[in-house]
């Protein structure tokens, strides 16, 4: 299971990195993805390793810290 990016907030943490609508949330700090509650639970976290899968197949680990509250701005 995975979530699939439909859109990307402006001046989002997503934005800053770069996803776009079609990536592909596989897993969070080890984590896979079932559904949105794994999703929210997995990026209060304040350390993040995501890896996402782009459109084209290519998988991406990104790493990254961020605020305990900051959302990844994306639906």
């Known amino acids: 299971m995975y979530g699939r990016i439909l859109k990307v907030y402006p001046g989002s943490l997503a934005e800053e990195l770069e996803l ?12 896979r993805l079932r559904d949105i509650i794994d999703v929210s639970f997995a990026f209060a976290d304040e ?29």
């Not at 776009?20 to 596989?26: E, R, S």
């Open 20 to 31: 776009v609508p079609g990536d592909k949330l596989l897993e969070i700090n080890g984590t």
């Open 47 to 75: 350390e993040i390793e995501m890896l996402v899968e782009h459109e084209d197949g290519q998988q991406e680990v990104y790493e990254f810290d961020k605020d305990y509250d900051e959302e990844l701005g994306v639906e």
